[in-house]
């Protein structure tokens, strides 16, 4: 029952914060945790993390709407991030110190792919969770070729 409630609260939050007239106000919303082979993995136990519990901001989430610098999620899409989270394929991006967690989308580009970044221990005043940063990743094949993402493995 938990995460049903979690999951409406968070397309209700979307939109809310999509909406034209809205006004960050940098406030976050669970979007759910880090799988446990994640936060068992080396390096991210090497990084401390303080919680397995993923936030994202308002801010967040509306500048991640911009189509200006990436391609933008759909709202579709953005709406489902709890769950695609759960079935996520996750990597480690050792030139950052972040996670990616990538997941297939409603698309009619045969080669995109949703992703996020999850910077581990982002601290707001005295809260440090897992903050999220979404968009789509275009031509997916390349991505996987960087030698700076390990792949986590279940």
Known sequence: ????????????????????????????????????????????????????????SDYQLRHSQRSEKSVPLSLEDLKLLPSKLEIASWFYDSSHNNL???????????????????????????KANQQLYCNVWRNRSVYFENENLQRNER
């Open 100 to 126: 990616i967690a990538t997941f297939d989308i409603l698309s009619e580009m045969e080669n995109d792919i949703g992703k996020v970044a999850i910077k581990i221990n982002f601290a707001k005043k005295e």
């Open 1 to 56: 029952m938990q995460q049903i409630c979690y999951k409406t609260a968070f397309v209700d939050f979307v939109d809310k914060v999509t909406a034209n007239d809205y006004k960050a106000r940098h406030e976050f919303v669970y979007v759910g945790t880090l799988p446990h082979y994640v936060m068992a993995d080396a390096a991210i136990v090497a990084l401390a993390p303080m919680s397995n519990e993923i936030h994202v």
